[in-house]
């Protein structure tokens, strides 16, 4: 960010309190002290999945995206099987999260993914069903983590 963009921070020597993680699903929300409800989804629409991530006194570095899920497919020949879904956006590293103090960087970071379920992801069977959970992974500019409570889904 510019050198006095709102909503950005000096990256400080040291910053020993964590982000603060919300993750929201299909009107709920769910955060690092506080779960949320249990959503039921359309198997046939897309879920957005939105993920904040906030370090005012310090910055961010990386807000994450997380869901995982199980879907009952239904082979061509009518065998059920059950197949787990696992996304990272952006995908797990190696490297570590860490901005260089005095560097100015955001407050807040934002990410929103859009995943849709659907015969593809059975591999020639037809989706029959899903379940799951979609969490927020963010790390703020001094390398420090937070991740918040899952939000459970299911398609009605």
Not at 29 to 51: F, K, Q, Y
Not at 53 to 74: E, Q, S
Request: charged share 30%.
């Amino acid at each position: 960010p510019p050198p006095r963009e709102r909503g950005s921070i000096v990256v400080p020597d040291t910053d020993p309190t964590p982000p603060r993680p919300v993750v929201r699903l299909a009107g709920a929300r769910a955060t690092l002290e506080r779960g949320a409800r249990r959503v039921v989804l359309s198997r046939d629409e897309p879920i957005a999945v939105t993920v904040v991530g906030r370090d005012r006194d310090g910055g961010m570095g990386r807000a994450r995206v997380a869901i995982k899920a199980r879907l009952t497919c239904r082979s061509a020949s009518g065998e059920p099987a059950t197949r787990p879904f696992v996304r990272y956006v952006p995908p797990p590293q190696v490297v570590r999260i860490r901005i260089s103090p005095g560097t100015r960087t955001r407050t807040e970071l934002r990410r929103t993914v859009t995943q849709r379920f659907d015969a593809d992801d059975c591999i020639g069977g037809a989706l029959e069903r899903f379940s799951g959970q979609a969490w927020a992974d963010i790390t703020n500019a001094s390398g420090l983590d937070a991740t918040s409570k899952h939000i459970h889904f299911a398609s009605g």
